[in-house]
C-alpha cells in the first residue's frame, strides 16, 4: 500500500489528464451566468447569444425584427455563438483538467490519516487528523504516514517524499538547524521523530497543492487583470461604433441590416479569440510550473518571475555544487606525489565527508592504490573545531593528519616557503588549501575547490540576455567570493554576507523600482522571501521560510529559480502573441464581413465598398456566416498553443516583439483571409447541393410550424 501511494501522483502524471467525458461535462457547466460574468468579452458574447437564441425561437414578439427574419439564418448564427461560447470554456476546462488526477491522487494520500497525539505527561492516543490544532505534538515511527506539516522538534528519520515530489531518493529531516520541517502525507522509512503540527487540516501544504492544480485558487496577474481592463473597454468602444455604424447605414434604404447580422458583425469584429483562451493561458502556467515540482501559491507570482529585474543568488548549492572537491596536490619539496597520493588517501579513507570521497577519487586517478585496514589495526582522529584536522593512527605508530595550514604548522612545523606560496596562490584563486603531514612531517597540500555547476555559466548568460541582473550573496571571503562570481559569470558578487544582508539588497533593489527574486530555506531567510517579489523556499527548509516565500520548491533546487523566470516569460509572450494575433484577425474579419453588409439585394454595391471587398464575396449571408464561424473555430486550433505555450528563446524585448509581429501578426491575418475564403466557398458549395437545401428548407419552414403557437400564448 505504501508503494502504491508513493507513487500515485507520479503515475498520475503519466495518465491523460481526465476523462473526455469528464472534461466535455465541465466545459458545459461553465455556461452558468455565475461563470460568465468574470469574463467580459466573452460574457458579452454570452448576452447576445441568449438574445438571439430567444429571437430566434420566438420572433413573433419582435415585429421590426421579423422584416428581415430567415430561420435558417438565425439558426445557422445562434448554433455558432454556441460553439463559440463552448470552444473557450472548452479551453479552460481542458487547462483545471491537467491537474486535476494528481489532485485525485493526493486526496487518496490523506484518506483515513490518524496521528499518534503525545499528551502533556508523555502518554499517546490515536486521533483523527481533523481533531489535531496547531501547537500539538506527535509521534511518527517507521513505516507510518507524517498526518500534517510541521517542525522535526526530536529524533531523526529518513523519509520518502515521493508522494509530492515524484522522486524516489530519501530525504533526512532532523531536529535543529535548517532541515526541519515535514509535509503531511510524506511518509517515515526510518527512524522516529517527534513533530510539532504547524498547520490544521483544510490549510496543510497538501491541502493546498490539491487546491492549486485543480485551479480553484488561481489569482489573476496584474497583467491579466490589465488585459482584461484593455479588452473590456475595448469591446465598449466597439459596441459604440457599432451603434454609430447603424445609424449612419439608415441613410442607405436599400441596405437593410437585420439584427442578426447586427449581432455577428459585433462578435466578429469583438478580440473574442484572446478574451476565450486568456483564462487557459493563466491556468497552464502554473500547472508548467507544477510540472518543475515547484507550487506556486499564485499565478501571480509565475508571472512577476516572468518580469523580474534582480535575481539573488546563494552561492553554495546553487551556483557551486555545495561540496568542497579536490582537485590538485601539491607536494612539498623533496618529497615525491606517489607518497603524497597515497598518505592522502590513507587519511580520507575513513572519511565518509564529500570532501574527504573527492580526495579518495582524485588520489586513486593520480595512481594511488587503496589500502584495507583490519578492524583494530587503527585509530580514527575525528576532526574537531577546537584541533581543525583530523586523521589515522595506526597500530605500528604512523600518523597521518590534515588539516588547515595552521593546524598543520602547530602539528608538524612551518610549511616550506614555495608550499606556503602556494596555499597562498591558491586562496587568491578561491581555493581552500588542505595541508597534510604524516608523523609531524609535512608532506604537501591539497587544493578543494567549490565547483561551479555544469552549465550555470551558460544559464546565467541567458538571463543577462533577457535583462536580468544575478547577484551573487555568500558568506565566504571576498578572495573566494570573486574567484566564483569570474568563473560563473555573475554580475556583482556581494561577499562576507550576514543573513540580513540579502534583506538589505532587496530593499536597496525596490528602492530603484526593480523587481526582485530570491532563494532560501532557513528562517532567517524568511524577511527578504516575504519582501522579494518572488521568494523560491526549499521544501527542506523551515516552515517559516516556506510561509514567507510565494513558491515552494519541491526538489530543494536553488537554480530551479532560473526555469521559472523561463516559464514566466514563456507566459508573458504566449499571452502577447495570442493577443496580436487575435487583434490581426480582427482586421482581417472587418475586410470580409463590412462590404458583405452593403451588398444589395439586387447584386449591386454601395459605391466604394467594392474596393474593401478584397475577398471577392458575393452573398451578405454567406459572407456573415463564414466570418463568425471562423471566429468560432479558431479558437479550439489554439488551444494547444494557449496550454503548452510558445516556444521561448532568450532575447531582448525589441526581438520578441518583432516576433511577435511577424509571426503572430502577419500569421493572423493572413489566416483569417484564407480560412474566411475557404469557408465562404464551402458553404457556397453546400448550399448547392440537394440533401443540404432540404435540410435548410427543413429549417426554415419546420421551426417556425412548431414555435408560433406556443410562443404566442407564453407572450
Known sequence: MAAARATAPESSRRRPHT????????????????????????????????????VTLYPAPFPDIQATYHPAY?????????????????????????????????????????ARQLAADGSTRWVGTDLLRVGDR??????????????????????????????SELVTRESGGDKTSVLGGTRVVQGTIRIRITAVQGQSFLDRLIRLVEGAVREKSPNELALDTVLAGFTIALLVVVV???????????????????????????????????????ISGVNRVAKTNVIAKSGRAVETAGDLDVIILDKTGTITVGNRLAVQFVPAPEVAEAELT????????????????????????????????????????????????????????????????????AYAGPLPAPLRQAAEEASRKGMTPLALAANQRVLGLVLLKDVVKPGIRDRLRELRTMGIR???????????????????????????????????????????????????????????????????????????????GNMVDLDNDPTKLIEIVSIGKQLLVTRGALTTFSITNDVAKYFAIIPGLFIAANGGVIAGVALLNVLGLGSPELAVLATVFFNAIIIPL?????????????????????QNLVLYGVGGLLSAFVG????????????????WQTLVHLASEGLPLLVPHFSGAFW
Open 342 to 409: 597515497a598518505r592522502a588517501m590513507l587519511a580520507s579513507s575513513l572519511d565518509d565527508t564529500p570532501e574527504g570521497r573527492s580526495i579518495l577519487r582524485l588520489a586513486g586517478r593520480r595512481g594511488a592504490a587503496s589500502q584495507r585496514l583490519e578492524e583494530g589495526a587503527y585509530r580514527v582522529v575525528p576532526f574537531s573545531a577546537e584541533r581543525k584536522m583530523s586523521g589515522i593512527v595506526l597500530r605500528d605508530g604512523t600518523e597521518v593528519y590534515k588539516g588547515s595550514v595552521k593546524a598543520i604548522e
Open 676 to 691: 474566411i475564403w475557404l469557408l465562404y466557398q464551402a458553404l457556397l458549395w453546400l448550399g448547392q447541393q440537394p440533401l
Open 138 to 167: 506527535v509521534e511518527v515511527r517507521a513505516g507510518e504516514a507524517i498526518p500534517l506539516d510541521g517542525d522535526v522538534v526530536e529524533g531523526a528519520a529518513q523519509i520518502d517524499e515521493s508522494m509530492m515530489t515524484g522522486e
Open 638 to 658: 489554439l488551444i494547444p498553443l494557449a496550454l503548452y505555450g510558445v516556444r521561448f528563446r532568450p532575447k531582448s524585448a525589441i526581438d520578441l516583439l518583432r
Open 244 to 282: 454609430a455604424f447603424l445609424y449612419l447605414v439608415t441613410v442607405f434604404p436599400y441596405v437593410h441590416l437585420s439584427v442578426g447580422t447586427v449581432i455577428a458583425l459585433f462578435v466578429s469584429l469583438m478580440p473574442t479569440t484572446i478574451g476565450a483562451l486568456l483564462p487557459a493561458i493563466g
Open 470 to 548: 544575478t547577484v551573487m550573496c555568500t558568506g565566504d571571503n571576498r578572495l573566494t567570493a570573486q574567484a566564483i562570481g569570474r568563473e560563473s559569470g555573475v554580475d556583482e558578487v556581494i561577499a562576507e554576507a550576514k543573513p540580513e544582508t540579502k534583506l538589505e539588497v532587496i530593499e536597496r533593489e525596490k528602492a530603484q523600482g526593480r523587481l526582485v527574486a530570491m532563494t532560501g530555506d532557513g528562517t532567517n531567510d524568511a524577511p527578504a522571501l516575504a519582501r522579494a517579489d518572488v521568494g523560491l523556499a526549499m521544501n527542506s527548509g523551515t516552515s517559516a521560510a516556506k510561509e514567507a
Open 74 to 114: 438565425y439558426e445557422a448564427l445562434t448554433v455558432i455563438l454556441f460553439l463559440t461560447l463552448w470552444f473557450s470554456h472548452l479551453a479552460e476546462a481542458i487547462a483545471e483538467a491537467q491537474g486535476r488526477a494528481q489532485a485525485d491522487a493526493l486526496r487518496q494520500v490523506r484518506s483515513g490519516m490518524r
Open 19 to 54: 476523462s473526455t467525458t469528464r472534461v466535455l461535462a465541465e466545459s458545459l457547466r461553465m455556461f452558468s451566468p455565475r461563470r460568465e460574468y468574470k469574463h467580459p468579452v466573452m460574457f458579452t458574447v454570452y448576452v447576445l447569444f441568449l438574445f438571439l437564441l430567444v
